[in-house]
């Protein structure tokens, strides 16, 4: 197969659905061509042509899925911060206190506002809704949870004992892995899940995600102010969620990742 | 009409012009290019434009040759020959507008 061939096979599997005819007429041109014509420089056309229009057809997103990063980053977070430290600090509590209150506004107003974007990008392109929560992800706390923690959550797993009976890994070890995972990634994670039933009309589904986030929300708000030391009691519950958040998260890239590539070979071996 | 209205880029015009030319008859997608010496990336956004605003038609054409898939072959309609017409009077009086 040469270069010209493969470009052409990629044009036809790349194609967006509405425009088959007009590829169809670009590649049985391609079909036409001499053997002494330029036919790389003709299936480059037709691969850039393909590419602008799958482009076009998600403009919106890919311009949404890029500036709300970019807002939360500049303004946003910014706001929370400045709201959070504004009302701690006119409570009339102890500075111990409010610094305590500050974090936990700041930790609840993040998750909140990170789950109704990713829910929001992922109810507008449900087919994306786990790339959209991703991208969100890396793009504001998962860049620096990823630079903190990364290491420590690579040791945890590659260093945790096996068992000499059933050769797997600590639950334990893992478990904390995850918790630090779930920890940071829950609210887009939700919020995605929210998105992609709310497009499917899956009521009871967003719903109860919508319900979830705010309680964890509360609930992380308030492991950091903890005034009646109740945390003794709520910290196995996130513990439990942010454990079944992340093994979800993972499984679902994964299985993401699987049918990606099974769809891509399919579409590839069609083209042919 | 609003698609009278906008007006035609250059290479749009070629390709009116390459179809024109043709006087009713039907061009290739490889014919045009060599008659205007537009890439395929080029072409083809503006070939389904025309074709979006009703300024050319389309259609399959089997192949002469067995084995080898059918080729879309594109002509020229009345909103089309009007447009060019319009586009190339435009062209007309604004070079020989004064400076």
Redesign the interface.
């Known amino acids: 197969m040469t270069i010209a061939d493969w470009m052409m096979k990629l044009t036809r599997v790349a194609a967006p659905e509405n425009?088959t005819?007009?590829t169809?007429?670009?590649?049985?041109?391609f079909?036409?061509?001499d053997a002494n014509a330029n036919r790389t420089?003709?299936?480059?056309?037709?691969v850039?042509?393909v590419f602008?229009w799958r482009l076009q057809a998600s403009a919106l997103y890919l311009i949404a899925l890029i500036a709300i990063p970019v807002l939360w980053n500049v303004a946003i977070s910014t706001l929370i911060f400045m709201a959070a430290t504004s009302y701690a600090f006119a409570q009339p509590i102890s500075q111990e206190e409010m610094g305590e209150l500050w974090m936990s506004i700041s930790f609840a107003g993040t998750h909140i506002t990170m789950f109704v974007f990713a829910a929001a990008l992922s109810a507008y392109r449900p087919r994306y809704a786990l790339f959209s929560a991703i991208v969100l992800w890396i793009a504001t706390t998962g860049a620096t949870f990823i630079i903190m923690f990364g290491p420590e959550f690579a040791r945890l797993v590659s260093s945790a004992p096996f068992s000499t009976e059933n050769n797997h890994p600590a639950l334990p070890n893992v478990v904390m892995a995850l918790i630090f995972l779930g920890g940071d990634v829950w609210a887009v994670a939700m919020g995605g899940f929210a998105g992609w039933a709310f497009a499917r009309g899956k009521r009871y589904t967003w719903t109860a995600m919508a319900a979830i986030n705010a309680a964890l929300a509360i609930g992380f708000a308030h492991f950091f102010f903890d005034p009646d030391e109740t945390i003794s009691v709520l910290s196995p519950i996130s513990n439990i969620a942010f454990t079944t958040i992340a093994a979800a998260f993972l499984l679902a890239i994964l299985w993401s990742l699987y049918t990606t590539t099974r769809d891509l070979n399919r579409a590839w071996r069609a083209a042919s | 009409m609003a698609t009278r209205s906008r007006r035609l880029s250059q290479q749009t015009i070629d390709v009116l012009a390459a179809l024109a030319e043709k006087r009713g008859g039907w061009l290739y997608g490889l014919q045009i290019a060599a008659a205007t010496d537009l890439k395929s990336g080029s072409l083809y956004p503006i070939l389904i434009r025309l074709d979006e605003r009703g300024l050319l038609e389309s259609k399959w054409i089997d192949s002469e040759h067995p084995g080898r898939p059918a080729r879309h072959a594109y002509r020229i309609t009345g909103a089309g020959r009007a447009a060019l017409s319009e586009a190339l009077t435009t062209a007309t009086d604004l070079r020989g507008a004064p400076a």
């Open positions: 425009r005819e007009w169809h007429a670009m590649s049985a041109e079909d036409a061509l420089a003709w299936a480059a056309g037709c850039s042509t602008a």
